[in-house]
């Protein structure tokens, strides 16, 4: 049997980098793998199904607050391929929970842990995919 | 370019029930740039494939490439291997490419994913619409650079129907602008609203799709 796998949590450096950096609680930490993102705009969907793929339980994509991308409109074509890989999970018979959007700015420490623990709260019961 | 849609992915699944070694193959030029067939979609289709495959218990092995263009011969030989392995093609390529890998490949199953739409350009990102219809004898000289024939409902070429109204095509009022107030509007800005004073004679549809399936043969540039 393999590591288990973890959470994939897409953080824009601009932002959501920065709080997970200051996190200190490690029972957040050693539920989530952080990949860093110059923008969360960077984030494709297949980027995203591939992580499932590999038997992560779920993926985070936390981008700067709505209005305060620091490249105007990332965190908005991020929530548009967000809503597309919710789809491919849907068609796929999965369910589009596993994948997660949210808006946190560099000083929401506590916010990061929340939303790592609340998913994988959410998802402890979710059958991994190669069950 | 010619534009395309993906078709339903229930569609899509139920085509490729059975076979067990897939290859999606992606087309690098018209349906890249209208993000539905490229590289990018091959390998979300492919995921999504290979998810609903494993939570399903289906045994299927799934590969994934993308040509320049499958409507050109030599582009299909980076990938013959992985075509003569798989038991079937999920082409997204347009129509076009689908029948030539068909072709190039006898008695290899190609599938097509897409549903190819018409001659477009993209207006903007996301966004792209009908610009020709192919006729075979182009009169965009005589309309100021807008094609009657595709730009009209109706493909009238000697004024609007009485259905046009405010700009737009009774067809669909919300959508579709009328072709001929687009005519009008542009030889105006061209100083050329006297060309609309000509008749436009009977139009000889045979040089296009009504004629039948077309060919061209440049006798100079045949090998």
Not at chain 1, 86 to 105: C, P, Q, T, Y
Not at chain 2, 144 to 156: D, E, M, N, T, Y
């Amino acid at each position: 049997m393999g590591e288990k796998k973890k959470i994939v949590a897409f953080c824009c450096e601009n932002s959501s980098y920065k709080a997970a950096e200051a996190v200190t609680e490690s029972s957040a930490l050693d539920l989530v793998d952080i990949v860093r993102l110059p923008c969360s705009g960077k984030m494709e969907i297949g980027m995203v199904l591939k992580c499932l793929e590999k038997d992560h339980p779920g993926v985070l994509i936390l981008s700067c607050p709505v209005d305060n991308c620091k490249y105007i409109k990332g965190n908005l074509r991020a929530k548009k391929r967000v809503e597309m890989a919710k789809k491919a999970l849907r068609n796929a018979g999965l369910d589009e929970n596993r994948v997660h959007m949210d808006f946190i700015s560099s000083i929401d420490t506590y916010k990061f842990a929340d939303l790592v623990k609340e998913m994988n709260d959410r998802l402890e019961n979710t059958h991994p995919v190669n069950r | 370019m010619i534009t395309a849609v993906q078709k339903p992915y229930e569609e899509i699944s139920e085509m490729v029930k059975g076979f067990k070694n897939l290859l999606i193959l992606g087309c690098g030029s018209c349906v890249t740039v209208c993000m539905t067939g490229g590289e990018k979609e091959v390998e979300i289709l492919a995921s999504t494939l290979r998810l609903a495959n494993k939570k399903n218990g289906v045994s299927m092995d799934i590969v994934e490439d993308t040509i320049e263009r499958q409507c050109d011969r030599e582009f299909f030989d980076d990938v013959k291997e992985k075509i003569d392995r798989a038991d079937a093609v999920l082409s997204m390529a347009c129509g076009v490419g689908v029948q030539f890998c068909s072709e190039v490949f006898e008695g290899k199953r190609i599938l097509p994913a897409l549903n190819t739409k018409f001659y477009g350009a993209t207006e903007q990102q996301g966004t792209w619409s009908e610009r020709c219809a192919g006729c075979g004898d182009c009169v965009l000289d005589k309309f100021g650079g807008v094609c009657p024939i595709a730009r009209c409902s109706k493909s009238l070429l000697n004024g609007p129907c009485g259905g046009s109204q405010d700009g737009k095509c009774e067809v669909d009022t919300e959508n579709i602008d009328c072709g001929w107030q687009l005519i009008y509007d542009r030889l105006k800005s061209l100083d050329l609203l006297s060309r609309l004073e000509e008749n436009e004679p009977i139009k000889d549809w045979s040089t296009g799709r009504d004629g039948g399936p077309g060919k061209i043969v440049r006798e100079d540039m045949v090998l």
